[in-house]
């Protein structure tokens, strides 16, 4: 652990306490903020990830059907979005600290739970659902509550922190992929459920973390905007606006990219799944390292803009040019295209709308996951419509990031007309 957290440090940007301002006592007080965010993110990555490697154990062990198994990822992400909108009401109420704590317990309960509780129940399928949505709970808090936990640290680099946070839900997923795929190989899949209780430790852990990191408030008590508030903000629609397509156009891929390998490609599902999501993850990782590096040197909607045209142009090559080559590139790619979408627009919202509070970064978290959720779904159904042709519906999927483009011209033409600004 120690090396662990050395090396953490070394990736750490530098706060005003450790240029010189601040007491010695705190000067690397908010670094451990950061590495419980870190690890917040690699929870959720877990949660997210996890269980879909084991679809098939639950059918063979437990005799459930592939329909009902399809509900498990369905019910994970509705969970996440009642979590979110709940969040937005309550969070300011309860206090970050003790709702960061609670997403980490929860992840905890849900993963043990996994485990054990379809064996003590009559019907396990019940059990798994219970489980679910109890991590689910705590990963949709973690999404909340650790952007503005980072946007309130004291770091003068905040859009290229908050870039560099976002990626541990990349190194997580891969971890997850390549782990579990590594304990299964060594082990057997019948020792799923060691491994789910190791995957538990991470959590866990994080418990500790949170309960001793300072945390801050993103606005003072009584200064943030209401609900109401945002919703009449015109501003507040045009940054769902851009969550909405960011959630889109990373999710319609990394959710269809193992598919579209294997059947539109005609690779093996083994070699698709490593050049597919764990391709798209690893290269998302690097491009959001790549701007928490260089957010210096780089104007941020310009550089998403560059983005959003990349991203295009990969779900056309996908869906366009023949050939698996060709393909597999642009599957890959899009995951550099996407990298700084969700970070960067957080960034956008809590500069442009800085009253926002915790309302809007939930808010915010809603849309995104509501992109998740329409973006795979637009695939599908326009997939389904052409005759089950994949590349067809990647065509269809190019409509989000050609939006967010749209979107990210209208945020800079809103900055050059200071007239236009929200007080």
Known sequence: MRGFYGTMRRALPKSRFETGEGNLASRHDYQKTLIACYMGFVTQAISANYAPLLFLTFRSTYGISLEKIALIPTLFFFTQLITDFVCAKYV?????RTSVVASEALSVIGLVGLAWLPEMLPDPFAGILIC??????????????????????PFD???????????????GSVAVILLSTAFFAVLGIANWRILTCLWAIVPLYNIYNFAVCPIEHLVEDGESMSISQLFRTPLFWLLALLMVCSGASEISMSQWASAFAEAALGVSKTFGDLAGPCLFAVLMGISRV???RRSEQLQLEKYMTACGVLCVICYLMASLVPGPAVGLVACAVTGISVGIMWPGTLSISSKSCPKGGTAMFALLALAGDLGGTLGPLTVGECSALAGDNLRIGFLAAALFPAVLIVGLLAMQKRKQNPGLEQD
């Open 290 to 292: 790549f701007y928490g």
């Open 132 to 153: 679910v949505v109890v991590y689910a709970v705590g990963s949709g808090l973690i999404e909340v509550l650790v952007s503005p936990i980072v946007e309130a640290c």
């Open 92 to 96: 300011d109420r309860i206090g970050y």
């Open 157 to 171: 680099n905040k859009e290229g922190v908050m870039s560099l946070v976002h990626s541990f839900y990349c190194w």
